[in-house]
């Protein structure tokens, strides 16, 4: 075909959303995560032709694409990450110790002074601090100030309030995801932005269904990423479960029909499918995954049966930002939030679920094949708030 060259957009207004969307997707102290591709090509309506891809070309042939940039260190960062720390106490002892920066905001407040006005815009002040955000912050303190304390008030019944209050926001998106017991192989799509966790995630999940008796495989539809590729696999021999691959750069709608096919043909219970998260090109991630739905259903109409999406509670606000994002690429229908051992952000959680209503299927406390649980509201809500068990 002969070389081609590119050339940036020089549509300004399109360049203005783009700056927009990525002030909005990412703090000024994020790392990047891949470097724009974003461009529009000069090819001839033949070039074009020739390059337009079918839902059929992707089951019928491997089609590769250019790998991004990568080194060795990316790939060591990423495997750290399966350190086990699944002897370090229990996981609800780790959940309590990774909100001790949250819960010790509301302590500092409730002991300075009498439950006054100024003490309850202190608190407030904490909730927001916490990452429970402006609006669920006043929510619950004109919730909590409806409550009549006596005089002698103190610290432990301030907190046991408020922990009910945030419970009742909690509760009803504290479900568990659902498997369809009368459906093989049950796909599960797992979105998010690279570096969430999503991948460990995938294992994890994997894990605790293959403890319930279900046989699971997983997918490595992220191909662009050597690394996340690898760290899959890792999961599939630590948990004796078969990993579906092609080369780096290969259509990951062809990773994901191949996995279907193959599920089938194992009477296979659930598929777990990994995805890309390049959200500094949403256009193009929105096209990837739309491709996949697509190729999924030509062999199931209901596939997938569950689209999760998971968030780092260390981002904070940044995670609504990111619901936001990725309900306009796909349907979102669950999430599930990680690292949360040692973030002082775990109120993103709250806001999450009196903003949204999607259900919470399970939180992270650590990198252990165990540190993955069902998300229960009490609990939690008691551990944001400092409340011994």
Same mark, same amino acid.
């Given at each position: 075909?002969?070389? @081609?060259?590119?050339?940036?957009? !020089? !549509?300004?207004?399109?360049? /203005?959303?783009?700056?927009? /969307?990525?002030?909005?997707?990412?703090?000024?102290?994020?790392?990047?995560?891949?470097?724009?591709?974003?461009?529009?090509?000069?090819?001839?309506?033949?070039?074009? =032709?020739?390059?337009?891809?079918?839902?059929?070309?992707?089951?019928?042939?491997?089609?590769?694409?250019?790998?991004?940039?990568?080194?060795?260190?990316?790939?060591?960062?990423?495997?750290?990450?399966?350190? $086990?720390?699944?002897?370090?106490?229990?996981?609800?002892?780790?959940?309590?110790?990774?909100?001790?920066?949250?819960?010790?905001?509301?302590? $500092?407040?409730?002991?300075?002074?009498?439950?006054?006005?100024?003490?309850?815009?202190?608190?407030?002040?904490?909730?927001?601090?916490?990452?429970?955000?402006?609006?669920?912050?006043?929510?619950?303190?004109? &919730?909590?100030?409806?409550?009549?304390?006596?005089?002698?008030?103190?610290?432990?019944?301030?907190?046991?309030?408020?922990?009910?209050?945030?419970?009742?926001?909690?509760?009803?998106?504290?479900?568990?995801?659902?498997?369809?017991?009368?459906?093989?192989? %049950?796909?599960?799509?797992?979105?998010?932005? !690279?570096?969430?966790?999503?991948?460990?995630?995938?294992?994890?999940?994997?894990?605790?269904?293959?403890?319930?008796?279900?046989?699971?495989?997983?997918? *490595?539809?992220?191909?662009?990423? *050597? +690394?996340?590729?690898?760290?899959?696999?890792?999961?599939?021999?630590?948990? =004796?479960? =078969?990993?579906?691959?092609?080369?780096?750069?290969?259509?990951?709608?062809?990773?994901?029909?191949?996995?279907?096919?193959?599920?089938?043909?194992? %009477?296979? /219970?659930?598929?777990?499918?990994?995805?890309?998260?390049?959200?500094?090109?949403?256009?193009?991630?929105?096209?990837?995954?739309?491709?996949? @739905?697509?190729?999924?259903?030509?062999?199931?109409?209901? +596939?997938?049966?569950?689209?999760?999406?998971?968030? $780092?509670?260390?981002?904070?606000? %940044? +995670?609504?930002?990111?619901?936001?994002?990725?309900?306009?690429?796909?349907? @979102?229908?669950?999430?599930?939030?990680?690292?949360?051992?040692?973030?002082?952000?775990?109120?993103?959680?709250?806001?999450?679920?009196?903003?949204?209503?999607?259900?919470? =299927?399970?939180?992270?406390?650590?990198?252990?094949?165990? $540190?993955?649980?069902?998300?229960?509201? &009490?609990?939690?809500?008691?551990?944001?708030?400092?409340?011994?068990?």
């Amino acid at each position: 075909m002969g070389m @081609i060259f590119w050339r940036r957009k !020089n !549509n300004s207004k399109e360049q /203005d959303q783009d700056a927009r /969307d990525e002030r909005l997707l990412h703090r000024e102290k994020d790392p990047d995560i891949e470097p724009s591709t974003d461009y529009e090509s000069d090819l001839s309506e033949d070039q074009k =032709h020739d390059l337009k891809e079918t839902e059929e070309d992707i089951i019928e042939e491997l089609d590769t694409a250019p790998v991004p940039s990568h080194t060795i260190l990316d790939d060591v960062k990423e495997l750290e990450e399966l350190s $086990d720390h699944t002897e370090e106490g229990g996981w609800l002892s780790r959940l309590s110790g990774g909100l001790k920066k949250s819960s010790k905001k509301f302590t $500092d407040v409730l002991t300075k002074r009498k439950l006054d006005d100024a003490a309850l815009e202190e608190l407030e002040e904490a909730l927001i601090m916490a990452d429970l955000g402006p609006k669920t912050a006043a929510k619950i303190i004109a &919730d909590f100030s409806e409550n009549r304390f006596g005089k002698e008030v103190d610290e432990d019944e301030i907190k046991i309030v408020l922990a009910s209050l945030i419970t009742g926001i909690l509760k009803p998106v504290a479900k568990p995801l659902y498997i369809r017991s009368e459906t093989k192989p %049950n796909v599960i799509l797992m979105t998010g932005v !690279n570096g969430a966790g999503k991948t460990t995630t995938i294992g994890k999940l994997a894990a605790r269904y293959q403890r319930d008796g279900k046989k699971v495989m997983m997918a *490595a539809a992220d191909t662009f990423r *050597a +690394a996340a590729v690898d760290q899959l696999k890792v999961w599939g021999e630590r948990n =004796h479960c =078969h990993v579906v691959t092609k080369d780096i750069g290969a259509d990951p709608a062809s990773v994901a029909f191949e996995a279907y096919q193959k599920a089938k043909d194992d %009477n296979v /219970d659930i598929l777990l499918i990994d995805t890309a998260g390049r959200l500094h090109n949403k256009k193009n991630l929105m096209e990837e995954l739309q491709k996949i @739905i697509r190729v999924l259903q030509k062999q199931d109409e209901d +596939a997938p049966h569950s689209t999760v999406l998971v968030l $780092d509670s260390t981002t904070g606000q %940044n +995670a609504l930002s990111q619901v936001e994002t990725f309900k306009e690429l796909v349907s @979102i229908n669950g999430l599930i939030v990680t690292k949360l051992d040692g973030s002082a952000k775990g109120g993103v959680v709250v806001a999450l679920a009196d903003q949204y209503g999607i259900p919470i =299927h399970a939180v992270g406390v650590g990198e252990g094949i165990n $540190d993955l649980q069902p998300f229960t509201a &009490d609990s939690y809500a008691r551990s944001l708030l400092g409340i011994e068990e």
